[in-house]
């Protein structure tokens, strides 16, 4: 059975930063690509960004563009969200999701249980 598993998230103060990590099993994570979408409380969801098969190309959702970074790691099936310069409306429960296909292409079959990111003084 497919697995992904988030971690990393937590509260942090505006400005701050986190690491998330998605732990995946149960496929060849190296032949997918791969998406990070969060939602916020009382809102749908977002998704945030995604990195092709190879980690070649990345993709960014406008809210997000040049404050956090995706890379995946095929050596060890982990996939990372670096987050910085984090704002309150960064708060939202973030998931983990695979993507159908070699390139990121907006469908995703498989998703983890999400970890959530506080951002609050």
């Known amino acids: 059975e497919v697995q992904l598993v988030e971690s990393g998230g937590g509260l942090v103060q505006p400005g701050g930063s986190l690491r998330l990590s998605c732990k995946t099993s149960?496929?060849?994570?190296?032949?997918?690509?791969m998406n990070w979408v969060r939602q916020a409380p009382g809102k749908g969801l977002e998704w945030v960004s995604g990195?092709?098969?190879?980690?070649?190309?990345?993709s960014y959702g406008d809210s997000v563009k040049d404050r956090f970074t995706i890379s995946r790691d095929d050596a060890e099936n982990t996939l990372y969200l670096q987050m910085s310069s984090l704002k309150p409306e960064d708060t939202a429960v973030y998931y983990c999701?695979?993507?159908?296909?070699?390139?990121?292409?907006?469908?995703?079959?498989?998703w983890g249980k999400g970890t959530l990111v506080t951002v609050s003084s």
């Open positions: 149960e496929f060849t994570f190296s032949n997918y690509a």
């Open positions: 990195i092709n098969m190879g980690g070649g190309s990345t």
């Open positions: 999701a695979k993507d159908r296909y070699w390139a990121v292409q907006g469908g995703m079959d498989y």
